[in-house]
Structure formats: structure tokens, C-alpha cells
């Protein structure tokens, strides 16, 4: 069973790497996946009127490492690397965080910006071990 807490981008540290405003105080490991993500309006298309929202991923970096009050997450490997592959570039490529102009593989991430961190259940892995010996 995986689960979520909220935390925020304290700091742009690079253009792969995002410091969370919390920490193994509340259960972060390395490892734990992040998401930031971007809400889309969805409207009619024949009366322009509003259906509601969907959340949609735009970034998934993992921790690489955890102090008491905070974290700090790098970019994951862009699954795409294939179709990239196809056009010329070879091997798997990272997105990028934007420094201010917006390149056009770079997603735009600020300071405040809430966030999505996915703990692993502890409780479930030690009895997978356990059934497993």
C-alpha cells in the first residue's frame, strides 16, 4: 500500500533537482516517488460551459535525499526515450525545470507549488520478507 503527502517546492536548486519542504520527520525516504502536477479546465465544446477539472502529472522525480525538515528531489528518467530515439537522439533523456525562459523540454515548477510525495507502507514490505524467508 503506498501512501501520499503533500509538500511544497522550496527551492529550485538546478535544472533536475527541487528541494520539498518536509522530511523523514514525516516519512520520506529516498526512493519515494514525487509528482507535480497541472489542472486542466474541461469544458463543453458546444456551449463553452465549465465540466470540471482534471489533474494531470507535468513533472515525477524521486528523492535522492532526506534530512529532518526537508528534501530534495531530482528529475526521473523521461520514459518517452524511445520516439526520441527514432528522431535522432539517442538514449534516455531527463525533463528539465524551467530557469526562466521556457526551453521546450523544460517544465515550469515554482517556489510554493504544491506537490504530491508517495511513501512506501513499511508495514507491507517487512511481511513480504517475512513470507518470503
Same mark, same amino acid.
Given at each position: 500500500?503506498?501512501?501520499?503527502?503533500?509538500?511544497?517546492?522550496?527551492?529550485?536548486?538546478?535544472?533536475? &533537482?527541487?528541494?520539498? @519542504?518536509? $522530511?523523514?520527520?514525516? $516519512?520520506? #525516504?529516498?526512493? %519515494?516517488?514525487?509528482?507535480?502536477?497541472?489542472?486542466?479546465? =474541461? %469544458?463543453?465544446?458546444? /456551449?463553452? &460551459?465549465?465540466?470540471?477539472?482534471?489533474? +494531470?502529472?507535468? +513533472?515525477? +522525480?524521486?528523492?535522492? #535525499? *532526506?534530512?529532518?525538515?526537508?528534501?530534495?528531489?531530482?528529475? /526521473?528518467?523521461?520514459? $518517452?526515450?524511445?520516439?526520441?530515439?527514432?528522431?535522432? %537522439?539517442?538514449?534516455?533523456?531527463?525533463?528539465?525545470?524551467?530557469?526562466?525562459?521556457?526551453?521546450?523540454?523544460?517544465?515550469?515548477?515554482?517556489? $510554493? #507549488? &504544491? *506537490?504530491? =510525495?508517495?511513501? @512506501?507502507?513499511?508495514?507491507? &514490505?517487512?511481511?513480504?520478507?517475512?513470507?518470503?524467508?
Amino acid at each position: 500500500m503506498t501512501m501520499e503527502i503533500k509538500a511544497k517546492v522550496a527551492q529550485i536548486l538546478g535544472p533536475h &533537482e527541487i528541494a520539498l @519542504n518536509t $522530511g523523514f520527520r514525516v $516519512g520520506v #525516504e529516498v526512493g %519515494n516517488v514525487v509528482e507535480a502536477w497541472r489542472t486542466v479546465a =474541461i %469544458n463543453d465544446p458546444d /456551449t463553452s &460551459e465549465p465540466l470540471g477539472q482534471v489533474k +494531470l502529472s507535468k +513533472l515525477r +522525480l524521486s528523492v535522492v #535525499e *532526506v534530512q529532518a525538515a526537508f528534501s530534495i528531489a531530482r528529475v /526521473t528518467v523521461d520514459s $518517452g526515450w524511445f520516439a526520441r530515439a527514432i528522431v535522432g %537522439n539517442i538514449g534516455p533523456q531527463s525533463k528539465r525545470i524551467a530557469s526562466g525562459g521556457m526551453e521546450s523540454d523544460a517544465v515550469k515548477v515554482s517556489i $510554493g #507549488e &504544491e *506537490v504530491t =510525495i508517495y511513501l @512506501n507502507d513499511r508495514t507491507t &514490505e517487512v511481511e513480504e520478507l517475512e513470507i518470503d524467508v
